[in-house]
């Protein structure tokens, strides 16, 4: 079978990237795309993408990052950030999307504009590039929208949680949907999958987070785990559906 996995975090420290690559290999996982999430994150996705040869690097700017914010025992802090050195390094890194980048309103409401303005920059630069976004919209679905609507670049919705309105957006333009394995406990992407056109669908884990299972990491191999919802949904056997889905992944990247 074709299995891809177009959003995770390799480079994240609960992560062997040996293991997991070999145990997704041996599960069919063709490619891997790992995404980045500030400048440090991007060295590191470029260095594992030259190590593994079904590792595809997206280098990107996540959205708190994108305004200096990250977490330190829980708590918010707000630093600073060289935004104009990092689109730099995504110019010049090559890389085969655009990710993970996006607008985040979850943790603080400071700083909306700000992100605004630098997604807006982000968007600019993937026209430029010509490369698709990986899009993070987390609380922010309708301002990603807005923003996206009249782009030419390609987009995946990643993990997508806005509502069946916001979803028929998309779909009206065309946007990508990355489906995660946790599909198999949140009925919200069985509603996604059931509007989204299985030309537009893509699988994805964002792991090590959001696992399917409670007492394991999540990791790329997992990608099965929506291949046999999406299947099921779809009403197409799971041979089918890779298929399908494998084939979305090279008309898009
Ligand atoms: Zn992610």
Redesign the pocket.
């Known amino acids: 079978m074709l299995l891809v996995d177009v959003?995770c975090?390799l480079t994240d420290k609960q992560i062997n990237a040996k293991e997991v690559v070999e145990r997704a290999k041996k599960a069919g996982v063709k490619v891997i795309i790992t995404?980045g999430t500030n400048y440090e994150d991007n060295l590191k996705v470029l260095e594992l993408s030259k190590q593994f040869d079904i590792v595809k690097p997206a280098l990107g700017l996540y959205p708190l990052d994108a305004v200096g914010l990250s977490f330190e025992n829980g708590e918010l802090i707000k630093g600073s950030v060289d935004v104009e050195k990092v689109l730099k390094q995504i110019e010049l890194g090559k890389p085969i999307a655009i990710g993970?980048v996006g607008i985040d309103f979850k943790w603080s409401r400071d700083y909306d504009n700000e992100q605004i303005e630098v997604f807006q920059k982000i968007i600019k630069l993937a026209e430029k590039m010509n490369k698709p976004l990986i899009v993070?919209s987390r609380n922010a679905e309708k301002e990603c929208i807005d923003l996206l609507e009249n782009t030419k670049t390609k987009v995946v919705m990643?993990c997508f949680g806005g509502n069946k309105k916001l979803v028929k957006r998309c779909i009206d333009n065309k946007f990508y949907f990355s489906i995660p394995p946790i599909i198999n406990k949140l009925m919200h992407f069985h509603m996604v999958t059931e509007l989204c056109p299985l030309s537009k669908l893509l699988t994805e884990t964002?792991s090590p987070?959001l696992s399917p299972y409670q007492d394991k990491l999540n990791e790329p191999a997992f990608v099965l785990e929506c291949l046999k919802e999406i299947s099921n949904i779809k009403k197409i056997t799971i041979e089918e559906c890779s298929n399908q889905i494998f084939k979305n992944f090279n008309d898009l990247f």
Do not use: L
């Open positions: 959003h975090h995404n993970e993070h990643h964002d987070w």
